[in-house]
């Protein structure tokens, strides 16, 4: 039985389970181009994989993504938590917005509160970051976030850069 995944609340955001209303948003996004840097482009089956998925990391790791919704609006706006598939290194803390929600400090906002609720509760602490190189949005967050440039790396046969978090506890 899945125990409940937690809810995050920050000033602008709810950080909440994946949930099957998701679906038609997370069909839309893994059509796009957009979407290479996660995994995709998918298909409808590849995208239903992809929501499966998250919901069973949270059962077979206690921990995963959460899904971020702007709290005034509502609006589904991209996810961010820890990923720790048996191919990653380590526990990755793991963020994507969709493009209408870019630019605002909403995936700034999320991580902070899921790397400190990660510390916190799941007592993973210091997480990497797998970032590739061109992916300039996500370098400037990792900076942001106080992460440095650890090694050279891949993930799902993409090479990338290892990003090395800080550690929240004292």
Known sequence: MLDPIPVLDTQRLTLRA????DLPTLTAFY????????GGPRDADGSFNALASRIGHWALHGHGLWHVDDR???DFLGWVGVLNPPSWDEPELAWTLFAHAEGKGYA???ARAARAFAAQEFKLDGMISYIRPDNARSRALAEKLGARIERDG???GTPCHVWRHPKEAA
């Open 18 to 21: 994946p949930k099957k209303s």
């Open 154 to 156: 891949a993930v799902m």
């Open 108 to 110: 700034y906002e999320a």
């Open 31 to 38: 059509a796009t181009e957009r979407s290479q840097m996660v």
């Open 72 to 74: 005034n609006s509502g």
